[in-house]
Every structure is written in C-alpha cells, then in structure tokens.
C-alpha cells in the first residue's frame, strides 16, 4: 500500500469501501499549514535530541517550508488514496527529500497527538479573526447609540409595551452580551494555550524528545500535563464551538428585533438598500434577509455543538477515531460566523432609525403607569397602595378612552384623594426616563456612564 502511513502486518491493502470512509482529506487539508508547522517544530525537537543532524534538519525544514509554499500556491493536492492531511504530507515529503531523510520524521509522535494540536492552531487563528469582527459588531452598534443619543422608545417585555428607554441603552443592552463573547473568545485562548505534540499516540515518547521545543515553536506556552488527556479530550473544541452558537444567538435575538422593527407595523427602521433583499415576484419588496439568516444560522450553530457533544459523550480514553467527527462541525461554525458577522455588522451600521415613530409610540400602552406609582410612593404612599391607585387609573383610561395624564383633577381625585393633578409632571416619556438615573438605568447621565465603561472594557481586550 504504497504512501500509507501503516501496513506492515497487513497482508492485504484496505478495501475501497473503507478508503472512502476512512478519508478525511476533503475537510482537513485546510490543516495543511498547521501540520507543516508541527512538523518543523518536531524536526527540530528530533535533532535537539540527537535523531538529525545539523543539515539533515535543514534539508528537512527546506522541504516542508516549499510544501507549504506549494500549498499555498493551490499546486499541492491530496491524491485520492491518501487518507488524511497527516498522510498525504509525508508522502509529498517522501517525494522532496527521498526516503531515507523523509521517513525519520515520524519518530516520536502520531497522527493522534498531532491532530489535536492541529486543531487548537486552526481555532486560535480563527478565534482571533471571530473576535476581531465581534468587536467591529459591537462598535458598529456603539455609533448607532452615539448617533442617538436623546432617541426614546417603547421598552418592552412580553414584547408588550413597558417602560419608555432611550434607544441608546437599548442597542448597548445588545452591545454587552456580544462583548462578553469577546471576553468568552479570550479565557478559551488561556485554556487551549498548551501543545498536545509529543504525547504520542497517547503515552508520551521514548525517544527523549522535549515537547517544550515544539510548543514553543508553534506558540504555545508549553506543552499539556497529560499525555492521555491530551490525545482523547476535545473540551477545547466543544467550549469554542459553545462560544460559536452563543455568538449565533446572540445575533439572532437582535436579528430578530430589526425584523419585527422593519415589519410596516412597527416601523421604527430602514434597510439600507445594500444590505435588504428583493423578491423574485413582488416588486415592492425590500425583505431583511440578511437577519434571517443569521436567525437561521443561529440554529445551524447550535446543531454543530449539540452534534459534537454528542460525539464525545460516552468515549473511553484514549483516542477513538470517533475524535475525527471534531473537525467539520467546528469548521462549519467557523466559516458561519467568517461569512455572516461583516454582513451583519454593515446592516446595523447602516441601520436608520424613525425616531419620530418611536418617540410617538413610546408613551401609548400606559407605559407610565410605574412613573404614576413611583410619585406616589416619593408623597409617601405604600408601594402596594400605589400600585392599585394606579392600576384603577389604568383602568379608567382604557374605559374612557384617555392617556394617564388626560382625566381631570376631579377624576384623578375620585379615583384616590391621594392623586392630585400634580401627577401629571411625571406623565412624560422623558420625566419618566430622566428619573432612572441609578447606575444602569436608562436616563441619559447613566447611559453615558455605560457608554464609557464599555469603551473601557473594549480597551481592556
Ligand atoms: N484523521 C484523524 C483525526 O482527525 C487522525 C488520525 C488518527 N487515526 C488513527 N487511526 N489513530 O482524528
């Protein structure tokens, strides 16, 4: 079985059957790099240790710098027979520096421990590249919070409408999550920082070799405590693809809100035309396609996680090749969020706002009812007693058809002695906001202490 990695014992070659399951080049090849550089910290940790000498590790590192130059240049191809990145590599090699000098690289480690290394590189490149977008996200929508900074709309829960907030704290309240994610991305990188290479197939090597050299070289801060541990575990992979789906769902529930937003009902935004959709049929449409993907995808996101978790689940120690499942879910997630943050974030930086429409809307649905409750409490009425006085205010205005502040004098007083006509000044939706002034809340002195915090925690990434 000519450029196997294995087959001494055999006395037959694998059926085809099994090469075609076995494969894994059509999704790991992209390790390619990773695996070159694995295997040039490795070559020279074989001659730290005396396996090559000084030209031999240079004709070595010669080699396997041109195959990734060749990789890179799109004219280095896995050939159909090859069953993985790890595989197909050493046989390119074989090619480049003949066999004697090529077959020594393999000493001292396996496909099990270099594949776990492989896929910590690739997620830390890739986790640096999800963060940096991440980060341009929340920027994104810490311009639109500056852009409005008096901006006032219906805050709601039960999507029904609740207290008036300023649009501001709105669009930060989607901007925390997202840092935190950011902050998610950053303790993960701590915990993959260490090289599984020289663990082995899962008992560590014979040959004396020093596993701090490679993991320095690929950079590392060291290498992992425990050969099995390291060769078996895939808790790295699962938390970043955990983080992945958070990201996802995080993008989701505002993607979820602009649709509702955009809807004519609503009203409160505007695509821009760069970033909305037509329809093949309806000639009027502009549809926000680009937050339902991202609803979407955020499904898709989830499915890679639960698919991988439910992968490990069960596993004895130390590798099964059931650990090959790790690579495309993972991927998959990866290349997701690489296509759909830059789309996502360009939609909300070029979001418009109706602030017109949300400052109109903000005050209907008795949403300063609390405000009504809250005066009472501060003329010294029991919060309990407040809020029925307010309620049967409520329930008045429904009846008659009036917003809080419209009954007369002589209504309010028959409704409770205790209700004056004096209510009436905090019966604005910016009375209402101004008064949240404690750290957190929705007045402008509190936003703007929010929003330099969050400059303050970007800074600290
Ligand atoms: N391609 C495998 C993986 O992705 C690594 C190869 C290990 N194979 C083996 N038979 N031990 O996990």
Redesign the pocket.
Known sequence: NEGSLWGGRFADGPSPELVRLSR?THF?WQLAPYDLAGSRAHASALAAAGYLDADELRRMRDALDALESRWRAGDLQPRPEDE?V?GALETALLAEVGPELGGKLRAGRS??DQ?ATLIRMYLRDHGRAIAAEVRRLVEALAQQADGHSDAVMPGRTHLQHAQPVLLAHHLLAHAWPLVRDIERLRDWWARADRSPYGSGALAGSSLGLDPAIVAAELGFSGPTENSIDATASRDLVAEFAYIAAQIGIDLSRLAEEIIFWNTREVAFVTLHDGYSTGSSIMPQKKNPDIAELARGKAGRLIGDLTGLLTTLKGLPLA?N?D??ED?EPVFDAVETLEVLLPAFTGMVATLRFDTARMAELAPQGFSLATDVADWLVRQGVPFREAHEISGALVAHCERVGLELHEPSDADYAAIDPRLTGEVRAVLTVEGSIASRSGAGGTAAVAVAAQRAHLDERLAAL
């Open positions: 894994s790991d993985d790890h496909r099990n594949i590798y090749r650990l090959q690579k």
